[in-house]
């Protein structure tokens, strides 16, 4: 099995955010919400803690509840010596957490979940000021797959990173799948997304959404990317892939065979290192933008 360890690439990533914050200077704050009690996202708030504070960026993690979570949020907007925020999912997990995302200053998403970085995803505008200065944020794991994905054969150096690859990618969540497949057709993929709805083609011209099989995604895409947080899922079998096909498992779960991975050309069995280091990169590029200086200032959210 080729695998791509995830670690190389966020150790990259991390050394260079450490890097710039010593050089400069910077006395940058990130503070956390956590309300779940379940040990992931507690071992997750944890592991992030400790990213932060690696790379010389103070961390505040808060413990809140469903009642005060939005109270607490909405202070952290208005401190000026909070520069990031970061919020640990599930909240009420369900439509609620949406309101939450949205809850959040976007020039303190350090994840880049709220609806004003989404739309701008979406739109496709690589910028948030008319005098293009301030790229927009990406959400961060997201970004980290595309990230992993300039390490492979998948990524050009010439026109579009991704012109000319055909993906399969199964999740479309707000959170991972639908932006995820927006920034690889934006970069010149045809994107296969799938639900348990069944699945869609999406380009970057081309607004039908027609349909298509799961066999004929799978059978077309020399890249395949997985994130399905449940074990009812179908998981890929090896005679549905493409020879050489790079494959990406987001989800905590195993969403390949075993055979799968084997015939894989690549394979990435996680991405959550990169997500966190995206994040600490948001939040550098956040502060830098934003928070830096008098003038780069915004009315508060």
């Not at 083609?201 to 027609?210: C, E, G, K, V």
Request: glycine letters at 6%.
């Amino acid at each position: 099995m080729n695998k791509l360890d995830p670690d190389i690439l966020a150790s990259f990533h991390r050394d260079d955010v450490a890097a710039r914050i010593q050089a400069k200077g910077y006395a940058l704050h990130v503070t956390g919400f956590l309300v779940s009690e379940d040990k992931s996202c507690q071992t997750y708030a944890e592991y992030t803690r400790a990213r932060c504070e690696a790379v010389g960026l103070r961390f505040s993690l808060v413990t809140a509840t469903q009642a005060n979570v939005a109270e607490l949020i909405k202070a952290a907007n208005r401190d000026p010596g909070v520069h990031g925020i970061f919020v640990y999912y599930p909240i009420f997990g369900d439509a609620r957490d949406s309101g939450i995302k949205d809850l959040v200053d976007p020039y303190k998403d350090v994840e880049g979940l709220c609806s004003h970085w989404m739309q701008k995803l979406y739109a496709n505008e690589r910028f948030d000021d008319p005098g293009r200065l301030h790229k927009c944020l990406l959400p961060c794991t997201p970004l980290a797959v595309l990230k992993l994905l300039e390490e492979t054969e998948a990524h050009s150096e010439v026109g579009l990173p991704f012109s000319g690859q055909t993906v399969s990618l199964f999740n479309r969540s707000d959170v991972v799948g639908k932006p995820l497949a927006h920034m690889l057709a934006n970069d010149g993929a045809l994107v296969y997304s799938f639900d348990v709805d069944g699945g869609m083609a999406i380009t970057r011209d081309d607004p039908s959404r027609q349909a298509v099989e799961r066999s004929q995604a799978l059978r077309e895409s020399n890249v395949v990317i997985t994130a399905v947080p449940s074990r009812h899922f179908e998981k890929i079998r090896a005679d549905e892939l493409r020879p050489g096909a790079v494959c990406i498992n987001i989800s905590s779960l195993q969403n390949f065979e075993e055979e799968s991975k084997d015939k894989a050309g690549l394979y990435i069995p996680r991405v959550g290192p990169v997500t966190v280091a995206m994040c600490l990169r948001n939040a550098l590029r956040l502060f830098e933008d934003h928070h830096l200086r008098p003038e780069a200032g915004h009315a508060p959210f």
